[in-house]
């Protein structure tokens, strides 16, 4: 598959090392740290335009506050599958900018147009590049997937699976509102005091119905 990454900073390179090794093609969109990743892992560089039409999947990986001008650097998303890793953090990681009745994922949906946009927030970047996301017990961590389109939903939930992850279909872009909190209690977690490596898991008794083929999506 294709992968166009815009933001490779410690998230966005270690999914395109990871997704390079397993033999997807990637382009970094971006500035000075696009274009070190593309020559560390021998793989492409472009504009943010450039990297959004080369993706089968586009993959967002900036910061919240840098979502207005790597998508506006990014247009036209109409019509492509949009995976947003961001969540709404501060930028101290204090807490969240938006929540309650809104999440990053939303913002980016309204600022890319006609995309099909998909909010899954990965693993830690750490355990991503480490290449072991078993945790307690060998479970690896959730990755919560939300999006309005079955078909783009199934595309990202293979490549968070890809990473090992455990994925789950949590509904429709709206509920990402509730997932970003969830995240960030992991990095509260993460980081109050000495840092620890965490993951968040969702356990479940009985089976999980596959992306697209249940009533939630
Ligand atoms: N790190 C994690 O473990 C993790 C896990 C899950 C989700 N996330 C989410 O992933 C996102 C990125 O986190 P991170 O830790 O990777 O941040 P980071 O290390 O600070 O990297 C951010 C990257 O975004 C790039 N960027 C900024 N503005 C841009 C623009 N207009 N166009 C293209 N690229 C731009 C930066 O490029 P320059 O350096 O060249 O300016 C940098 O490479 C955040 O929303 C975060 O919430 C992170």
């Not at 815009?6 to 000075?32: K, N, Q, T, W």
């Amino acid at each position: 598959m294709k992968l166009g990454i815009i933001g490779a900073g410690s998230l966005g390179s270690a999914l395109g090392e990871r997704y390079a090794d397993r033999g997807h093609s990637v382009m970094f969109g971006g500035g000075a740290s696009a274009q070190d990743a593309a020559v560390r892992l021998r793989s492409q560089v472009g504009s943010n335009a450039e990297t959004a039409a080369f993706g089968d999947v586009v993959i967002l990986a900036v910061p919240f506050a840098a979502i207005d001008a790597a998508l506006a650097d990014a247009a036209p998303l109409r019509g492509r599958v949009l995976w947003s890793c961001v969540n709404a953090l501060k930028p101290d990681y204090t807490g969240l900018a938006i929540g309650f009745d809104n999440s990053a994922a939303e913002e980016v949906a309204r600022r890319a147009p006609g995309a099909k946009v998909v909010a899954a927030v990965p693993p830690f970047a750490n355990a991503i590049a480490g290449r072991s996301l078993r945790y307690d017990r060998d479970l690896a961590p959730t990755v919560f997937i939300c999006g309005d389109d079955s078909a783009a939903k199934r595309m990202v939930d293979g490549l968070v699976r890809e990473l090992g992850a455990h994925s789950v279909d949590a509904g429709p872009l709206r509920v990402a509102r509730l997932v970003e909190p969830a995240m960030m209690l992991a990095v509260s977690i993460a980081y109050a005091g000495v840092p620890r490596d965490v993951g968040l898991r969702l356990l479940e008794r009985g089976s999980v119905v596959p992306i697209g083929e249940g009533s939630r999506a």
